[in-house]
């Protein structure tokens, strides 16, 4: 049973067009949010995370937004760029356990 | 942003032999550290989670007495792979949790990994 699901395993988007990946999962006891980058090879690169009492969180040209009520947050890449193309794992954690998601890989085409 | 650092990346040993990965905090103290499994083009496999001072709680289907998990210090975890076979080849990485109050808002960080290989 996946407790976070990624539907898309991919995504193409033209440079600086917007980036939008999405994240859903079952457990409403997830207190934290996080997405992370990879690349191959590498281990992942933390991004942005949100706690489950916000809606919204920015930092530069990534915006994580939470839907607490159909359990589903989406990460927005605003420009996109060359360099963002990667593979984006979203995470939920409790306390104690920390579950991904299968990622998406994202390509963005200059 | 916090610094987890693993040793070594990449590790060739032959078959039977035992294996030690390093995972350390540099720059923060973590009561808590993870360890995972990564297959190619597989998402990230939680094997378990490391507790300082304490026994590491295993995931379902990971074998303890293969993967020997020790969780010393507030900056040092380690996982050693023994009697590794050619199956238990993958890429390891572990993340580290910082204690509550260290500024850090539930974020986790993670090493930059370690390929093993068994011959």
């Known amino acids: 049973d996946q407790q976070v699901k990624q539907n898309s395993p991919s995504l193409s988007v033209q440079e600086g067009r917007i980036s939008i990946l999405n994240c859903d999962y079952t457990n409403s006891m997830f207190d934290y949010f996080l997405w992370y980058k990879k690349y191959p090879a590498e281990g992942p690169t933390f991004l942005i995370s949100i706690s489950s009492i916000k809606d919204k969180n920015e930092d530069g040209r990534f915006t994580v937004f939470l839907n607490k009520s159909a359990k589903h947050l989406s990460l927005h890449i605003v420009p996109s760029q060359p360099g963002d193309s990667a593979v984006y794992f979203c995470?939920?954690?409790?306390?104690?356990?920390?579950?991904f998601g299968p990622g998406t890989s994202l390509s963005v085409i200059p | 942003g916090a610094v987890v650092s693993q040793h070594p990346s990449w590790v060739i040993c032959k078959s039977g032999t035992s294996v030690k990965i390093e995972c350390r905090s540099l720059d923060f103290q973590a009561t808590t550290m993870f360890w995972y499994r990564q297959f190619p083009k597989q998402s990230l496999m939680l094997m378990a989670t490391s507790n300082e001072g304490s026994k590491a709680t295993y995931e379902q289907g990971v074998e303890k007495d293969k993967f020997l998990i020790n969780h010393a210090s507030l900056t040092l975890s380690t996982l050693t792979v023994t009697s590794a076979h050619p199956e238990d080849s993958s890429f390891y990485i572990c993340s580290a949790r910082p204690l509550q109050g260290s500024g850090y808002t539930g974020e986790l960080f993670f090493g930059e990994g370690s390929r093993l290989t068994v011959l």
């Open positions: 995470a939920a954690l409790t306390y104690d356990k920390v579950i």
